[in-house]
């Protein structure tokens, strides 16, 4: 069964400060992860994909095999990143759907 | 605009009510989702279809029902709706779920009174 682990809900840094959100997943083939935000009152969007090796408003995300790990990070905290963070896995075999974590609210305070 | 719409945004209603909750795509995906979510908790899958007269229960078992004779629509439905069912429902679709994930629309908030 595959599943995603997000540890903490609730996150609280200092603007400037760096920021990490883990996530953590169980699957035993090659997965496909996702990092997903929703902004007070607006729709749950894309952060940024495993696969496109991207950075999206300074976040970066790497796949750690070994550790089975996806953590999101960004070197500078600032106010318009708090959000929920939501870390989400496709599993080959599963379907075509995506398994999600439970959440984690990031606060960036002044 | 291509985009995913849902309707409506906020529904407070009665228990015992038929509901219908809408979800429409204007993007040509094949693949679309209904998830429940209570508020600051996880996403649970209830429904999801792969495309016209394709429909499959997810992973939370749900007594909603859905339909797929269009591809662009993919409404839910509740029966008879009880204050258990109050909950937040999100649509999502895809092209390509690997490359692309979901999009998802803005989501119907439903209480049930």
């Known amino acids: 069964a595959q599943r995603v682990t997000q540890p903490e809900k609730l996150l609280s840094v200092f603007k400037g400060a760096p920021v990490e959100l883990k996530c953590n997943y169980s699957y035993s083939g090659s997965p496909e992860l996702f990092w997903y935000v929703q902004y007070s009152r607006q729709r749950l969007q894309l952060l940024l994909r495993?696969?496109s090796r991207e950075s999206i408003k300074g976040f970066t995300a790497d796949l750690n095999k070994g550790e089975t790990s996806f953590h999101l990070k960004k070197p500078f905290a600032q106010e318009e990143d708090s959000a929920m963070y939501y870390c989400?896995?496709?599993?080959?075999?599963?379907?075509?759907?995506?398994?999600f974590g439970t959440g984690t609210q990031l606060k960036v305070e002044l | 605009e291509a985009d995913i719409y849902q309707t409506p945004r906020y529904l407070v209603i009665g228990t015992g009510k038929k509901i219908t909750l809408e979800c429409s795509q204007t993007m040509g995906h094949d693949k679309m989702y209904w998830y429940q979510q209570d508020p600051g908790m996880e996403l649970h899958l209830i429904h999801y279809?792969?495309?016209?007269?394709?429909?499959e229960k997810g992973d939370l078992s749900s007594e909603s029902t859905v339909s797929r004779i269009r591809t662009e629509h993919f409404p839910l439905t509740l029966e008879s709706a009880r204050p258990s069912h109050t909950s937040q429902y999100l649509c999502?679709?895809?092209?390509?779920?690997?490359?692309?994930?979901?999009?998802f629309g803005s989501g119907t908030r439903l209480t049930v009174v």
């Open positions: 999502a679709s895809s092209e390509n779920l690997a490359l692309y994930g979901y999009t």
């Open positions: 279809s792969y495309g016209v007269n394709s429909t």
């Open positions: 989400a896995l496709l599993g080959r075999g599963g379907g075509n759907k995506l398994t």
């Open positions: 495993h696969i």
